[in-house]
């Protein structure tokens, strides 16, 4: 089946330090990964994505590359900031095309100043 | 920006009766989708929703839940006999299209069943 396990939270950094929240997947057949970001009071919102293997998402700083062979999309950020505190949601969807995503249980992170 | 936006925030309703949670989709898009999370675990999917029928849906919809769309700008999900571990953050989320069109999330309706 398809499942997405993330690391356990919660997260607490601090400013300008380095990130990693790591994700690995199960999928049957070839699935696009996402990263999802939910700031406190808001929706969830895609912060990056990867369709296959070796690609790298990217967006605001932050970075996953689509390893097959470890079946990972780790979540990497240089330097963190104070506003970068949310709850990050890996998630896949298992068929091109495919909205029915399916997620991890999210990681909370806190950057402190 | 346009954004999904949900009704109400936050409702409490005891086990046995019928909520109606409320959303409005992105004006031009045309897949809405809910999804769930029940404190501390996974975010689940509900049911897609395309042309004015479900186009998708998970084990967990099973007869008690139903969408709607009743004009054209609510899309609305129904569970029509609460029980206790229905309780949950439910999140509307809507899509231009199918395939490469990311999904559109709003702020989510907690639902607590007491």
């Known amino acids: 089946g398809n499942s997405v396990t993330q690391m356990e939270g919660p997260v607490t950094l601090s400013e300008e330090a380095f990130l990693t929240i790591n994700c690995t997947y199960t999928a049957t057949g070839y699935p696009s990964l996402f990263w999802y970001v939910q700031y406190p009071g808001e929706g969830l919102q895609l912060l990056l994505k990867?369709?296959?293997?070796?690609d790298k998402g990217s967006n605001k700083g932050f970075e996953a590359t689509y390893r097959k062979e470890t079946t990972s999309f780790h979540l990497e950020k240089g330097s963190v900031q104070v506003s970068d505190s949310a709850v990050y949601f890996c998630?896949?969807?298992?068929?091109?095309?495919?909205?029915?995503?399916?997620f991890g249980t999210g990681t909370r992170l806190t950057v402190i100043p | 920006e346009p954004e999904v936006t949900q009704t109400p925030s936050h409702q409490v309703t005891q086990m046995g009766q019928e909520v109606i949670l409320r959303c409005v989709p992105i004006s031009n898009h045309l897949y809405f989708y809910w999804y769930r999370q029940i404190l501390g675990q996974k975010v689940e999917f509900l049911v897609s929703?395309?042309?004015?029928?479900?186009?998708?849906k998970s084990e967990i919809f099973d007869d008690q839940f139903s969408v709607e769309r009743p004009d054209g700008s609510n899309f609305t999900l129904k569970i029509r006999s609460t029980k206790l571990e229905d309780s949950a953050m439910y999140f509307c989320?809507?899509?231009?299209?199918?395939?490469?069109?990311?999904?559109?999330f709003g702020n989510g309706t907690r639902l607590t069943v007491t």
């Open positions: 989320a809507s899509s231009e299209r199918q395939g490469n069109s990311p999904l559109h």
């Open positions: 929703f395309y042309n004015n029928e479900i186009s998708e």
């Open positions: 998630a896949l969807s298992d068929r091109a095309g495919a909205n029915n995503l399916f």
């Open positions: 990867a369709t296959k293997a070796d």
